[in-house]
T-cell receptor, first 112, second 114 residues
Framework: GEDVEQSLFLSVREGDSSVINCTYT??????LYWYKQEPGAGLQLLTY?????DMKQDQRLTVLLNKKDKHLSLRIADTQTGDSAIYFC????????????FGQGTELSVKP | DTEVTQTPKHLVMGMTNKKSLKCEQH?????MYWYKQKAKKPPELMFV???????INESVPSRFSPECPNSSLLNLHLHALQPEDSALYLC?????????????FGEGSRLTVL
């Protein structure tokens, strides 16, 4: 079945790195995504990785994918207070018409 | 233009009212979606339209009625809602409905049912 799991909370100090983890169960995932949602706002796509890739880097963001363990992580370098938000991991499954399976979301709190 | 625009941003309605939520995109995307989101929970898929045809209905109650008048517009008609339907309703679009690309989300319409 389809299931995406994340820890619910993460608290870091400004300037530190944040690592948000996600596990998924469906091995036929095609794309895996990280979305950011600030309070009262919609979802913003941060980055995504195709399932045959191991790593993707985009400025302060690094995505690591361990397909064997079905584990995805998002590292935010030099975390700022503006990074405080809920981060959702999501996957799409081949042949399911673009349906996104979301994790529960990790609430990142960045303290000055 | 890389935006998905939703109106209204906020809506308060009684259980006997009829109202509509509207969504518009001008990115040439051929798939459009409605999601429902409760506070601090992940979005839940309601409907998917692909090339203006309803392709996925996630067993949504009939008091929610989607409509896709053309490839740029998506509506969600609301009638006889319940207080538990209060939520953030998110519209999204993508180039196609396959697992090939990213979804662009609007800012959402926050619905309160009294």
């Amino acid at each position: 079945g389809e299931d995406v799991e994340q820890s619910l909370f993460l608290s870091v100090r400004e300037g530190d790195s944040s690592v948000i983890n996600c596990t998924y169960t469906d091995s036929s995932s095609t794309y895996l995504y990280w979305y950011k949602q600030e309070p009262g706002a919609g979802l913003q796509l941060l980055t995504y990785i195709f399932s045959n890739m191991d790593m993707k880097q985009d400025q302060r963001l690094t995505v690591l994918l361990n397909k064997k363990d079905k584990h995805l992580s998002l590292r935010i370098a030099d975390t700022q207070t503006g990074d405080s938000a809920i981060y959702f991991c999501a996957e799409t499954i081949y042949n399911q018409g673009g349906k996104l399976i979301f994790g529960q979301g990790t609430e990142l709190s960045v303290k000055p | 233009d890389t935006e998905v625009t939703q109106t209204p941003k906020h809506l308060v309605m009684g259980m006997t009212n009829k109202k509509s939520l509207k969504c518009e995109q001008h990115m040439g995307h051929r798939a459009m979606y409605w999601y429902k989101q409760k506070a601090k929970k992940p979005p839940e898929l309601m409907f998917v339209y692909s090339y203006e045809k309803l392709s996925i209905n996630e067993s949504v109650p009939s008091r929610f009625s989607p409509e896709c008048p053309n490839s740029s517009l998506l509506n969600l008609h609301l009638h006889a809602l319940q207080p538990e339907d209060s939520a953030l309703y998110l519209c999204a679009s993508s180039q196609e409905d396959g697992a090939t690309g990213e979804l662009f989300f609007g800012e959402g319409s926050r619905l309160t049912v009294l």
